[in-house]
């Protein structure tokens, strides 16, 4: 059976050329980077260039990247450290975070009492720029500010920009989660400050379990992983160096082509999005899908009836590969925070379509086609 995914905010596939220069690094290329001899020295060169590499691409000094496991790892240190050593002591974010921030605050709240406010969310599920500003005003504590550039499950936007002028503003610490925007967007940390952002290679065609925290030079903080040396003291453990290799590069290639990508990838979401209209007329979408909305992300708010019951699964078995939310509430029907604080009062089964700069118009063909026949 043919399968069609369309769940890339998920993940997406490893590409052969990035496999390509992560393979000298599994086999012969094998040193650790802290070693004084050749092996060792290698390896460090290539977690360096690409260091360059990623740093040239947010418009930052090398020095400000640090190479980690991936957006949970990211999301925490700058989240704990900002707390730790940047007299934080307010935190102000969102009630529709990805877990790796909702969680992470929540329970620095519980344990260390921490002050915890949440934005208002408008009613297509965007950051309420005003209610951030009155939380900023009244604020007696120094804040952080933890707010996502992209929503995984529905896609929209935040405007950074305007959070980044009112953290200057009120002289709040800025960290953003931009998993869902680094390699799909132009992201420029010169033009829009912040203190803080990460970056996930698996969300681009890059390996799973790598990542990246830009942490902007006029900020010090302690490590948060305690032990070796490495990542210039800040992040200890021996480096993933075919893992860094590899997000440099699914870097470099999503980056190539960015504005054709993002112009295609706005129109395979506006074509799937028409033709699941004129499929099912009475269709509703989570979230703003027109304006300050991902390319990538189209969600789609199917009434819950007994056509929608099982529709997740009848689609998986149909061959096509979507989910009910973000990635961990895969396959579940419903259960996502995030619908339900801005849809409290609708039974909405949310079925997210997400499209990475390799997704076609045949394979959307393919799955309205299956949408609709699962639905009449
Ligand atoms: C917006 C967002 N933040 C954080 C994460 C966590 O990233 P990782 O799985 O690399 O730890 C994800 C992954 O789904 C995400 O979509």
Do not use: W
Request: hydrophobic share 35%; aromatic share 6%; net charge negative.
């Amino acid at each position: 059976m043919q399968r069609i995914y369309l769940d890339n905010a998920a993940t997406t596939p490893l590409i052969p050329e990035v496999l390509e220069v992560m393979l000298p690094y599994l086999t012969e290329k094998f040193g650790n980077p802290s070693s004084i001899y050749s092996y060792g020295r290698e390896a460090k060169m290539a977690i360096e260039e690409a260091r360059k590499k990623v740093a040239l691409h947010l418009n930052c000094k090398p020095g400000e990247i640090f190479f980690t496991s991936g957006g949970t790892e990211s999301s925490n240190t700058a989240i704990h450290c900002a707390l730790r050593d940047l007299g934080c002591k307010h935190i102000i974010t969102s009630p529709i975070e990805h877990h790796a921030t909702l969680h992470t605050v929540e329970y620095i709240n519980k344990s260390q009492g921490v002050k915890l406010s949440y934005v208002k969310i408008t009613e297509n599920g965007h950051v309420d720029i005003d209610s951030l500003e009155e939380i900023l005003k009244n604020a007696t504590e120094k804040c952080l500010v933890t707010l996502m550039h992209a929503n995984n499950e529905i896609g929209n936007m935040l405007d950074l920009e305007a959070v980044s002028n009112l953290c200057k503003k009120y002289n709040a610490i800025l960290h953003s989660d931009t998993v869902q925007t680094v390699g799909h967007f132009k992201i420029d940390v010169q033009k829009t400050p912040v203190h803080f952002l990460n970056g996930a290679g698996h969300k681009f065609h890059g390996p799973k379990g790598t990542g990246i925290l830009y942490i902007n030079n006029e900020v010090n903080i302690q490590p948060y992983l305690m032990g070796g040396a490495q990542e210039r003291n800040m992040r200890a453990g021996t480096e993933n160096v075919a893992g860094i290799v590899g997000f440099a590069k699914a870097l470099d290639l999503a980056m190539e082509n960015i504005d054709a990508d993002v112009k295609k990838g706005y129109e395979l979401k506006n074509y799937m999005h028409e033709e699941l209209l004129k499929a099912i007329p009475t269709l509703k979408f989570n979230g703003d899908v027109q304006e300050q909305s991902l390319y990538s992300v189209l969600n789609v708010a199917f009434d819950v009836n007994d056509n929608t019951e099982m529709l997740l699964m009848n689609l998986d078995m149909a061959g096509i590969c979507v989910s009910g939310g973000s990635a961990c509430s895969s396959g579940a029907s419903g259960g996502s925070h995030v619908i339900s604080h801005i849809y409290p009062t609708e039974n909405r089964l949310p079925v997210r379509f997400s499209f990475s700069r390799h997704s076609t118009k045949q394979e959307v063909d393919i799955a309205v086609v299956k949408v609709k026949e699962l639905m009449s």
